[in-house]
């Protein structure tokens, strides 16, 4: 049986059927997705965007590496997100800004599972790791700094969501605790949000 990193957990039921990347005309259509992901592993990498209904893997995350880490060239990401993270460049509207912002999240959280250094199999150091190149990855995506500043906050949002979930239910058990067993903490306490990023929530720096 393969070994997956479960990435970001679902934070909702993904939309119904969508219409996948590839019905774009011409050229690789992930060829974007896989040269951001490829920027961040520092070797390259190839995005594999699928539905649940074809990977039921998607039921519950929203992407995935298999293990061991070191040997992977891909990362698995739910359709929904990847349409998202693909839509940034353009700013799309036909895509939510949600499911922008969760698309680039998760391509970058996941790269960094590819990654090669040291903590790649630790949720924890992967998911901050992400989170200290938010504004990074939208840039590769090539969002527009309006677009940076729309989709920042969201985007912080999903990762104080996914980190404390997991932690409350890392110490909190019981009946959720035996749902979720084996879930990883996303929780990293040294994790600080970066200055850069204090205009974004409307706070001023400490
Ligand atoms: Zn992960």
């Given at each position: 049986?393969?070994g ?13 059927a ?18 951001v ?13 699928r ?6 893997t998607?039921e ?35 895509q ?18 590819l ?29 527009s ?62």
């Amino acid at each position: 049986m393969r070994g997956i990193i479960a990435a970001v957990v679902l934070l909702a039921a993904s939309a119904g059927a969508v219409v996948g990347i590839a019905a774009s005309s011409g050229g690789n259509p992930n060829a974007r997705l896989d040269q951001v992901a490829s920027s961040f592993a520092n070797h390259p990498i190839r995005v594999r965007c699928r539905t649940s209904a074809v990977d039921p893997t998607f039921e519950s995350a929203w992407g995935y590496v298999n293990t061991p880490v070191d040997q992977q060239t891909e990362a698995f990401i739910q359709q929904a997100a990847c349409l998202g993270a693909a839509a940034i460049a353009d700013d799309d509207p036909a895509q939510s800004d949600f499911m922008k912002a969760i698309g680039a999240a998760v391509l970058v959280h996941e790269s960094f599972h590819l990654s090669r250094q040291p903590g790649v199999n630790s949720e924890s150091i992967t998911e901050c790791r992400a989170f200290l190149h938010y504004d990074v990855v939208l840039l590769r995506l090539g969002a527009s700094p309006e677009v940076v500043s729309r989709l920042m906050p969201l985007m912080i949002i999903i990762h104080y969501r996914l980190t404390t979930r997991t932690e409350w239910l890392s110490h909190h058990g019981g009946i959720l605790g035996g749902l979720f067993g084996g879930t990883p903490s996303y929780y990293r306490p040294t994790c600080g949000m970066p200055d850069r990023y204090y205009p974004y929530t409307g706070r001023r720096q400490p």
